[in-house]
């Protein structure tokens, strides 16, 4: 008798055991970007990205004043971070490369040894304690001597881009096996060139947000098929790119032909890339044509694609990068709503964003509602099919910088459980999940008051002194068992 109840708790736990269990081979990382964490501003030859530039010349438009010129001073304490990396037993580690210290004339006609010194020290710093290396070319620091000649309104952006990424790709892609291209275009272009509240700090709602998503668009087709055509053959690697998306539901049944919109416009730097037919959504194609018209613009302040850009940038992706944070709840825009976060095709389609009451607060915009990124995950599915999907960001800011973070750790259990249940339920195949971030960093417009790190960093400390966090310890313990 006693031997069969021992049989039966026995298997009882090996079942809840096996049913919080990642697949074998799905990986856990977590991530930085270069200006966030580097430091080093002005070492050597890198010269002033847009970052620099604004956080200098605009130091109100930051909350707390500060800049990215220290940071983590990462470009020193590279080791510490890549101790960190192992301790937690990450599988794989994404940074950004700093456009300018790579290329000071933000052209390819010049590589700093200093900077190439920098990254490959990194890169095998990381590799030699089993950690994969995964690289985002750009994460938001274009080189400011660019940004004067239009940045990414000047369509040559995408040759300078595929010039740049062929260096990368030449450098590092022996070593480096998965790369995303850009991150976040819906920050990159609408959130940049709305209220001017982000580098490079330009006010040109519906137009400049447009003409940057052309751009970047066929930028980052051009950087993939350099890939394709110059180094696959070589090095088998993955190119994609990564894309921010919010999780939207209907407010109430009466916005949902509102709420598929809003979806749609999540998807506009995801469409052209992962889509059968390729090109903007259409549904957001026509509406913006539709309004320019009304509004006595000749064309749509949407740009068209050719047909031969359609084919160019349709299908150049390996894999579908999502960062996700937060939901928002979508109605119809009620005459006292501000319309500003996250796009400004929001504006356009007036499109009012509100969270539930439910779900928990972080810092700001962020808002925790697990089971949005289930939902989001699915979403993806439906409607460009069955991807590779890497959950490339994903993480929770507070104000404070406790160790015993709480909130933070709970943010992580309840979102890796809906990662579970969207491959295990849903047949989603994703394949990796990074925690934004490895450390607390230069979060922007935030400053240093938005705290990410699952260690905390501390910034009144000449050293940068770094203490893993209660939500680390959790991490490293979720990584060893690969469950929950
Ligand atoms: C680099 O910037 C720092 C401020 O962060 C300044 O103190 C230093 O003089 C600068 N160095 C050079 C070489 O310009
Ligand atoms: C806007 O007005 C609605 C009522 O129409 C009200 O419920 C809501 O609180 C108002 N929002 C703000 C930000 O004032
Ligand atoms: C998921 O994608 C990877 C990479 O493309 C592939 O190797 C794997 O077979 C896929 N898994 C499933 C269950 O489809």
Known sequence: MRALVLVFVISALTLTCSAKQFPAGFKFGAATAAYQVEGAWNVSDKTPSIWDIYTHDKPHKILDGSNGDIACDSYHLWETDIQLAKDL???FYRFSLSWTRLLPNGFANKISEDGVRYYNNLIDGLLANGIEPMVTLFHWDLPQNLQDLGGMTNPLVAEWFGDYSRVAYTLFGDRVQTWSTFNEPVIICDAAYETGDLAPGIVSPGIGNYICAKNLMVAHATAYRIYDEEFRAKFNGKVGIV???????????????????????????????????GGWPPSIESFIAEKSEKEGYVTSRLPGFTSEEIEFIKGTADYYGINYYTSRLVLAARANSTLT???????????????????????????????????????????FGDWEIIITENGFSTASDELDDVTRTQYYKDHLEQVLLAITEDDVNVTGYTAWSLIDNFEWNSGYTSRFGIVRVDFSDPLRSRTPRASAHYYADVIKHHSL
């Open 341 to 383: 976060w996250p796009t400004n095709g929001q504006v356009d389609l007036q499109v009012e964003l509100v969270p539930d009451a439910s779900w928990t607060a972080g810092v700001e915009w962020l808002v925790s509602n697990p089971p949005g990124l289930r939902a989001q995950l699915n979403l993806i599915k439906e409607q």
């Open 89 to 91: 037993g990450l599988h």
């Open 243 to 277: 894309n921010n998306h919010v999780w939207y539901a209907p407010y109430s049944s009466e916005h949902e032909d509102l709420t598929f919109l809003a979806r749609q416009l999540g998807f506009l730097y995801s469409h052209p890339i992962y889509s059968e037919s």
